[in-house]
């Protein structure tokens, strides 16, 4: 009988262990067309929820960040992720079962975001953008969140440490624009969210929250900017006001090795 018992075990976990290897099916994407009838996972309210959407037939499948789409994509539930380059990178980097396809598409430029009308905060970020890309604080930025050897070193904050504050809203799943390091929301995006403020003469209050709600708080005035890499795109304009843009990405796919 305990013969029986064991080899019945053995069937099942065999059986249940094929059925985990089924899920994971092969798929081969050479170019967008490829993600016709897949399974894609995004982050929601991205560009690359949109793109999907609108370009694909594809099952289209949201998530709070592209790091959990990524431990569905693992787990076989999802056949591939869309998602900007950069956090893309930082995924596969924690998952040496995941690589990045050699496809890029939907080339896009990251801006700040102001509630409709508030041109004087508008005008004051323009110029700090464009201060810090004239006198070489944008570039050092650049080498400290994108470093070709990959050690990140945090700057200093240099916005005022009293007085009125600025409150900045972003979404901390966005390596290496905004993501936690301890308790701590850090990023090139807050960053240089703190030379706004300086240059604004207040001190910043970041403020995190999911993506897909940041645009609903600005309106609201919970927030008075968003600095999120966020991108410039007719629906969004239609509803905040954007500054000049300071970085361009493009999406990529994301599928098991």
Do not use: H
């Amino acid at each position: 009988m305990e013969k029986i018992t064991a080899l019945f075990m053995a069937i099942v976990l065999c059986a249940l262990s094929f059925a985990g290897c089924a899920q994971k099916k092969q798929v081969t994407i050479n170019s967008t067309e490829d993600l016709n009838g897949l399974k894609i996972g995004v982050q929601s309210g991205t560009t690359g929820q949109t793109w999907c959407e609108e370009n694909t037939d594809s099952e289209v499948i949201t998530f709070k960040s592209g790091m959990d789409a990524a431990l569905d994509l693992k787990n076989g539930a999802i056949d591939a992720v869309v998602i900007d380059e950069l956090p893309a990178q930082r995924i596969v980097e924690q998952n040496d079962d995941l690589k990045i396809l050699d496809l890029r598409f939907t080339k896009e430029e990251y801006a700040i975001a102001v509630k409709k009308g508030n041109t004087e905060l508008l005008d004051s970020i323009n110029k700090t953008i464009a201060d810090m890309k004239a006198n070489g604080d944008y570039d050092k930025l650049t080498s400290a969140f994108m470093p070709a050897d990959g050690n990140i070193v945090i700057p200093e904050n240099v916005a005022p440490t009293s007085g009125e504050t600025l409150k900045m809203g972003t979404n901390a799943a966005f390596w290496p624009f905004e993501y936690t390091e301890g308790n701590e929301v850090v990023g090139f995006d807050i960053t240089m969210s703190q030379y706004i403020a300086k240059g604004y003469g207040k001190q910043l209050e970041v403020v995190n929250m999911e993506f897909d709600s940041l645009i609903a708080a600005l309106q609201a005035g919970s927030i008075d900017f968003i600095a999120a890499g966020m991108s410039i795109t007719p629906d969004r304009q239609e509803e905040v006001d954007f500054s000049d843009p300071y970085y361009s990405s493009e999406q990529v796919v994301i599928v098991r090795k």
